[in-house]
């Protein structure tokens, strides 16, 4: 098995929040402020149900949010592409698996 990258959802939840333009309180229908700035302060962590809700409010699809979440800060388009493709065939090798 593979290292497991550590994740941070924390700074990706803010800079996905702040490049739509929304403040934490227009989370407001799917959570509150309180439990939003504590997302991205890193003091909780979210579901797979949460990430749902608060990709909808983004207008974005989860796995974007997540990808995010496991790029390096500062990630250029030659990271996007390496963690594309990465994820890109152990998916296709799981789907050919079965």
């Not at 929304?22 to 149900?49: D, K, M, N, P, W």
Request: proline share 3%.
């Amino acid at each position: 098995m593979k290292n497991s990258p550590q994740n941070h959802l924390a700074s990706a939840l803010r800079k996905a929040r702040n490049a739509a333009g929304l403040s934490q309180e227009e989370f407001g229908a799917v959570s509150g402020r309180t439990y939003i700035s504590q997302l991205e302060r890193g003091e909780r962590q979210a579901t797979l149900a949460k990430i749902d809700d608060l990709a909808s409010v983004l207008q974005i699809h989860p796995a974007a949010l997540v990808a995010l979440a496991y790029l390096p800060d500062q990630a250029g388009e030659d990271a996007v592409e390496k963690l594309l493709t990465t994820v890109r065939e152990e998916l296709m090798a799981m789907l050919a698996a079965g």
